[in-house]
């Protein structure tokens, strides 16, 4: 008989104490049930890595909802459960536990929702991506700790492989490649021969995956700690041009994701950076192209979009003698993050130096007269309110007027009838 391997010291040294007595006692109230629970998935990798994860996964052989609802710990636990799919998540502190039913899955036709039927653990861990994702441990009390690993995970993480379970697994579902250069990346492995030559044949089935799937992966990848690392494993297998064929993963972008970071940008707003970033190559048009691909929601598509109109006036913006008032005129119209993305993206100190004008002075200055005001002096409402109160505004950004009194002066001097 095989030997068995035993990760109950992992568990006990690699997750906090009050998470491993509630795996515990998930294991003791599974087992009064009837059921059998077991960790899955990134958690068990990370502990044979010696990583924290906190974000666990249980699967249930049973009823998952029902365990789920026996052990939500306190008042303070938050318990969320979708009856429809079997699945409930806990939330408790800084760690969040999801539970599912064991299931397996087929797939009709590429790209397709699987169909899903309740199944054993061994079930569940064929239907995974990867060999490294595709372990688990009995948290049952009379084999608590015990890894299942049927596919080979163990040996593929002392190796650094990233391989599929079997060679149609690409095909079933294509994000697995976006996937599997996400782990290849983060983890410092490589993708195994076999495994890469699948991926290289299935790339076709990339189209085969929903827009918002693509932008999930896209996504995760963005959210990486060096996502670079990934665009450029990506665009040497052709896998970043599946989503616009303008797109490089290169070195140019890699030292502006570098700079977005130094800058102290974290979380969602690097993010989006970070995509800004990507899509800057892009020209007006295959901007559009990625923006309606991606389906990629309003703010985003701003970002994109101005930053595109951004680079087409980059000719414009490098000229050495721009008046305050031009330099503002050509930015004002452009949402923040992308006027951020434009300054680390541009390889002009000129354009850099105008664009902190604008951050840091130019868009606070606005003229003291409003529009009351010139109705006040005489001018009725209409297109030459609006022209007087544009050349204040020039006037007050150039440093023509620099008071009340100068530009009530100045608008007199211009419509001296109604004085
Ligand atoms: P991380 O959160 O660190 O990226 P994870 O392994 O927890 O890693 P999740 O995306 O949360 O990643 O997925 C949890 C598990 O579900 C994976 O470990 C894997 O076993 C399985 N899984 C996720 N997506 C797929 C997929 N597209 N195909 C097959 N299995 C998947």
Same mark, same amino acid.
């Given at each position: ?146 890894? &299942? ?53 299935? &790339? ?29 494993? !990506? ?22 994701? !570098?700079? !977005? ?159």
């Amino acid at each position: 008989m095989a030997e068995t391997t035993n990760l109950v010291g992992k568990i006990v040294t690699g997750l906090p104490e009050a998470l491993v007595s509630f795996l515990r006692q998930a294991g003791e109230v599974a087992a009064s049930q009837g059921q059998h629970v077991y960790l899955v998935g990134g958690a068990v990798r990370d502990l044979l890595l010696g990583e924290t994860h906190l974000d666990i996964d249980l699967v249930v052989e049973g009823d998952a909802v029902a365990l789920a609802r026996e052990l939500k710990p306190d008042a303070d636990a938050w318990l969320t459960i979708h009856s429809r799919f079997g699945t409930a998540k806990l939330k408790a502190g800084e760690w969040s536990i999801d539970f599912a039913t064991a299931r397996s899955e087929t797939y009709a036709r590429p790209g397709a929702l699987p169909k899903v039927q309740p199944g054993t653990i061994q079930d569940d861990l064929f239907r995974r991506d990867f060999t490294i994702n595709a372990m688990a441990v009995s948290l049952d009390p009379s084999r608590f700790g015990e890894l &299942i690993d049927p596919h080979g995970g163990m040996d593929d993480l002392a190796r650094k492989h990233i391989r599929t379970l079997h060679e149609k697994s690409f095909i079933d579902d294509a994000t697995r490649i976006w996937r599997a250069i996400r782990y290849e990346q983060r983890l410092d492995f490589r993708i195994e021969s076999v495994t890469l030559r699948l991926l290289q044949r299935d &790339i076709p089935m990339l189209v085969t995956i929903s827009s918002d799937r693509v932008r999930h992966e896209l996504e995760f990848v963005l959210k990486e700690k060096y996502p670079e690392k990934g665009l450029k494993r !990506a665009g040497e297998l052709g896998v970043l041009q599946a989503v616009h064929p303008s797109l490089k993963g290169d070195g140019w972008l890699a030292a502006r994701f !570098a700079r !977005a970071r130094q800058i102290g940008l974290t979380g969602d707003s690097l993010a989006r950076i970070y995509l800004a970033l990507l899509a800057y190559p892009l020209a007006v048009a295959e901007a559009e192209q990625l923006i309606a691909y991606l389906r990629l929601p309003g703010t985003l598509a701003r970002i994109l979009r101005d930053l595109a109109d951004l680079r087409e006036k980059r000719k414009e913006l490098e000229h050495p003698e721009l008046a305050n008032s031009e330099v503002f005129f050509l930015l004002y119209s452009h949402v923040l993050p992308a006027l951020l993305a434009f300054k680390l993206a541009t390889g002009s100190k000129m354009v850099r130096q105008y664009i902190d004008l604008y951050l840091d002075k130019l868009r606070y200055i606005r003229p003291a007269l409003n529009g009351d005001d010139l109705r006040a002096m005489g001018i009725a409402p209409g297109p030459r309110l609006k022209d007087l109160l544009h050349r204040l505004h020039v006037a007050r950004l150039d440093g023509v007027v620099t008071s009340r009194q100068d530009e009530v002066e100045m608008v007199r001097r211009l419509v001296p009838l109604q004085t």
